[in-house]
């Protein structure tokens, strides 16, 4: 599985920006897609989940009603729709491929990651 991610720039707080998140390779399709971040000197932490069906979806309680995670079967893409940014949300973002379910939030259980994107929100 190869994940291509991109999207990602600097945009003042209270703006949007829409992640994308490309894969390919034969078995793509059995992994959920998780998107993750990582801020300087901090951890990397959950933030959006979907299976390619797109019927189950999760999302970390910081981003609930800001942030959508949505899938495009015909393009192999899933998309990370960022709204009502704020400069805590700074960081770089990577999708990732696991054998999990959406509820998975360690970041230790995906197999394969994007090459991550840097979002930078400005106060």
């Known amino acids: 599985v190869q994940l291509q991610a991109s999207g990602g720039g600097l945009v003042q707080a209270g703006g949007s920006l829409r992640l994308s998140c490309a894969a390919s390779g034969r078995t793509f399709r059995s992994y959920v897609m998780h998107w993750f971040r990582q801020a300087p000197g901090k951890e990397r932490e959950f933030v959006a989940a979907?299976?390619?069906?797109?019927?189950?979806?999760n999302y970390a309680d910081s981003v609930k009603g800001r942030f959508s995670i949505s899938s495009d079967n015909a393009k192999n893409t899933v998309y990370l729709q960022m709204s009502s940014l704020k400069p805590e949300d700074t960081a770089v973002y990577y999708c990732?491929?696991?054998?999990?379910?959406?509820?998975?939030?360690?970041?230790?259980?995906?197999?394969?990651w994007g090459q991550g994107t840097q979002v930078t929100v400005s106060s």
């Open positions: 990732a491929a696991g054998l999990t379910v959406v509820t998975v939030q360690n970041p230790k259980y995906f197999q394969y």
């Open positions: 979907i299976t390619w069906s797109g019927a189950s979806t």
